[in-house]
């Protein structure tokens, strides 16, 4: 099971604005206190490893997983 912090970090890169970067949705979270920067850095790094990330991009498996996630939350 995917832990709460890599699910928002994951939602909030599958709801970016296009012309938003993934250190723009960091920061954000970051701002709101959900974690600091570091964390998220380590957070983001563990979804490339495990295949939701390549590059700036959400993989497939990503973008599947962030749908489920924005369902998923939905009220």
């Known amino acids: 099971m995917m832990q709460l912090e890599k699910k928002v970090l994951l939602l909030g890169i599958y709801t970016k604005e296009e012309d938003e970067s993934i250190q ?5 979270l ?3 206190g959900m974690f600091t ?3 998220a ?3 983001l790094r563990e979804l ?8 700036s991009t959400l993989t497939l ?3 599947d997983k962030g749908k489920e996630i924005a369902e ?4």
Do not use: P
Not at 48 to 55: A, M, N, R, T, V
Not at 72 to 75: L, M, S
């Open 30 to 32: 970051e701002e709101t």
């Open 72 to 75: 998923a939350f939905k009220i």
């Open 48 to 55: 490339k490893e495990e295949g939701y990330i390549e590059g």
């Open 41 to 43: 850095k380590k957070l």
């Open 37 to 39: 920067l570091k964390v």
């Open 61 to 63: 498996k990503g973008f």
């Open 24 to 28: 723009d949705v960091l920061l954000k």
